[in-house]
């Protein structure tokens, strides 16, 4: 097989004539375009959806041998958005009714040697025979080619696909079994299948003669295979060979179930903390190649910490799975939908196909514990249902089905109980009881919480983005607690683009734990701060007392996974936390890293200044910390008898007095807290607070290496304007001007202003090789460049 790379060069046109079709038409005057590609590229916020929504044309040349024509051609497109009408030179090949499958066929009958054109009609209009459409839904489809495009060249004789599942995996007889489907019958042909290790060597092989089948079983047995789980995601790979025809994949040995008891990753009890996410960015929706892709995938693991990611509501990209394979990072992927079902046949019977699809494609992934067979909150709808659940079962009988609900009892034909549970509104309690939400002896999963009951920015007040970050603790502590609940999937990743009946009326919902860019709200911390991965250590307040209403800041909290935190206070030692037993006191004690409270705000410091005893100190102190928190009519009808024992023994204005010097610091030189993180004796994490008195400008690119392979690449840049300990300043809003070389484009506006202190933007390569710089511009805060590195294979 030798796959031709057609993910450049085309011609885009934003409308759509018949004459567009024509082999002959000329199109010089269509847009120069790659692939992925966005129909159009839209604002940040504040847009009519319906500006996307068109029929567009794409065009491309392909020069075709006569050498090329003697094999079987295969077009592929891995994704476009929505009905795609394929037409090659002139005459219509195929077409496909669905925004995130891929699809394409044989095409040697519409092709000849030398040039040839593809045109595809791309209508991206939300047509109401196509799910997700026919009712409301609460996010944005898009528009274009927005996944790859290849033309395969096979022999005769090809394998079409090849799927393979592990069984036994916790015996000593662990096998793998591998289908091989064949595009005809190959009689007489010699088929070999075989393993090979992350090194390399083949660890099992067979040879079969072939009959005229054209699909073939053969089971492995590989004894001294390496599972795969999210600490060790250890991968294999299969290959089959016909002749001059090889097909590999990669898959992982793994026994992933859910049970009355919760969820089993190879036998071990593993409670799911995970996040839902939309695949879409801003300004160019789902358009986003590889790296982009993969980088979200690192986001969910490596910075929240999460063991699973929720494709909601849609087969995501090869490359997002292919990462979650290679990372340990465990998926839950399903069909495209939102609430609605339709009663049109075509709709209904897309939604099979899309059963189909999805399996088909991503049978192989280690990383997909559960087919979603179910249109995401959907009512009941048996018909339909128990198809597309057999339809599951048949295709892949090695996984179980899930089909994301939101009313209790509703009909339970999939194999998890997997449900939306919104009842969290910031108190007691943080998740319905299992019995009372229909899930009573089955297997349970929360699929989403939180989100649209509590929409959040990046640069709202403290408390209500703390209120964020605790309410996301709470149901992941809940989720912890309970036995029977396989764990909880928050909503979501990032904020995202959506449509007019959602969001905060400009075309944003602002459910996510990171803005849109990417960027970590507070609640990003809830998540990060529960993996063992790497040390973390934050601190929800930056303890501005006019931040707060009525000067009362609250309960203070640290989100942590360290042993000790060491406070400063102005930069002297005043306190020791143990944060083992600061969790005991924790209302999050069920999380592996409980969020404990600050309380202590003024630690030895009565001691060693005003030479309190020791129980007088603590008494003062506590009383203090709770004007803190509550104000002094709050501290009082709290604690009356250590109020009227810390007013008897030192008078109001004593008390004021040691207010204003220990805990709001007010007149004070400086006012900060520092607080190190240890384990063992080592500082591991650190982090400061206290009052602004000097902005930084901070570039963060997430890579300096960019590289052109099957498709244009992407980098992140982050830009962050911090105060002099690094926060992120919540109410900056300053303007910034990105400029690049000629061998980098920036994707979106080049002027614009920080949202909370904080942005990305990415750059998107060119075809050009090279060093290519890219500067940042503030006008208050100076120039700052960086260079990219960029190579292309
Ligand atoms: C759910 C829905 C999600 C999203 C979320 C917002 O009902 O499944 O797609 O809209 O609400 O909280």
Redesign the pocket.
Known sequence: MRAHNLNFDWQYQPDFKEEYLLKDFDDKDFAKVNIPHTNLELPYNNFAESSYQFVSTYRKNITVTKEMLEKRLVLEFEGAAVFSEVFINGKFAFSHKGAYTKFGQEVNEFLEVGENVIAVKLDSTEREEIPPFGGVV??LVYGGIYREVYLYEYEQNYIKMLHVHTEDVLTRKPKAIATVYLNQPAAGKDLTVWITDKAGAAIASQTITLGEDTTVSCKFDTPDIKLWDCENPNLYTITAKLENEKRSDRFGYREAVFKRKGFYLNGKLTKIRGL?RHQSFPYVGNAMPASAQIADADLCKFKLGLNLART??YPNSKHFLNRCDEIGLLVFTEIPG??FVSKLPEWRQLVLQDVEDMIQTDYNHPSIILWGVRI??SGDDGELYTKTNKLARELDPSRQTGG?R?IPFSQFLEDVYTT?D?THSGKKPALLPKTINGGIGKPYLVT?H????FPTKTYDYEGKRQSQALRHARVLDTAYRKNGTSGAIG??MSDYNTHKD?GSGDKI?Y?GVTDMFRCNKMAAWTYASQSNDKPFLECSSNFEIGDHAGGKVGDVYFFTNVETIKVYKNDEYINTIDVKKACKKSKYKHLPHPIISFDDLIGNQLEVKEGFSKSKANRIKKFISLIFKHGTFGAIIRKPITAAISAMSMGITGITDIFGRYASTWGSEQNNYRFEGLIGDEVVASCQKGSINKKVLVVKPDTLKLNEGNTYDVARVEVNITSQYGNVLPYESGTLTVSADSGLEIIGPKNFAVIGGQRAFWVKTTGQTGNFKVTVESEELGTQTITFNVTKN
């Open positions: 609460d996010y839902n909601s509501h939102w609430q995401n909150e994301v939101v939306n919104f989403e939180n989100g649209h009951m909503w979501c959602f919902c459910h």
